[in-house]
T-cell receptor, first 116, second 112 residues
């Protein structure tokens, strides 16, 4: 079974440009999460989808970040316009919510975003 | 979710057991204890979780103190591939928030 995949693996853009990150969760996982780690900091939660609905977006840093999950399958995270402080590694995770709460999360390899 | 405390780093020799401690003195009755690890240049990876009883799986064992204020992740025979940052995370069962809250974790080094 394929794991969580993320595209691209690395993106280098200039300040002010737009970047779109994509995440494909494990098939059948209704829960999809976005996290990020900026330089020297801990991994921080951004938002959580249940199917196509935003369950929790309390971690989104500002309105330059827009996440979508059309049809409850893959998700995109758009940063527009990108700022220097957005540089970091963006992780996507998915989980199956069964009878044990939100379920164990399976993470993708991350997208390394560099804003110059 | 309640906070956890872990040592910043630990060292182990290959093929020896490793005991990674975690303190969570403010744990609530509905908090599960989860462990994730992050290998270099990879995303975090689920290791194990438990509530009250000790747990075993193919990757590790989790020993939970009787008062649940601390727990220990046990790697029975460390390999070089186990070198990673290990995160102890409390997660409320069925809570309104599904996300994980990562701390600094324990960086485990394994010497050949």
């Amino acid at each position: 079974e394929a794991g969580v995949t993320q595209f691209p693996s690395h993106s280098v853009i200039e300040k002010g440009q737009t970047v779109t990150l994509r995440c494909d969760p494990i098939s059948g996982h209704d829960n999809l999460y976005w996290y990020r780690r900026v330089m020297g900091k801990e991994i921080k939660f951004l938002l959580h989808f249940v199917k196509e609905s935003k369950q929790d977006e309390s971690g989104m840093p500002n309105n330059r970040f827009l996440a979508e999950r059309t049809g409850g399958t893959y998700s995109t995270l758009k940063v527009q316009p990108a700022e220097l402080e957005d540089s970091g590694v963006y992780f996507c995770a998915s989980s199956f919510a069964g009878t044990r709460g939100w379920g164990e999360q399976y993470f993708g390899p991350g997208t390394r975003l560099t804003v110059t | 979710d309640a906070k956890t405390t872990q040592p910043n780093s630990m060292e182990s020799n290959e093929e020896e057991p490793v005991h990674l401690p975690c303190n969570h003195s403010t744990i609530s009755g509905t908090d599960y204890i989860h462990w994730y690890r992050q290998l270099p240049s990879q995303g975090p990876e689920y290791v194990i979780h438990g509530l009250t009883s000790n747990v075993n799986n193919r990757m590790a064992s989790l020993a939970i103190a009787e008062d649940r204020k601390s727990s220990t992740l046990i790697l029975h025979r460390a390999t070089l591939r186990d070198a990673a940052v290990y995160y102890c995370i409390l997660k409320e069962y069925g809570g309104s928030q599904g996300n994980l809250i990562f701390g600094k974790g324990t960086k485990l080094s394994v010497k050949p």
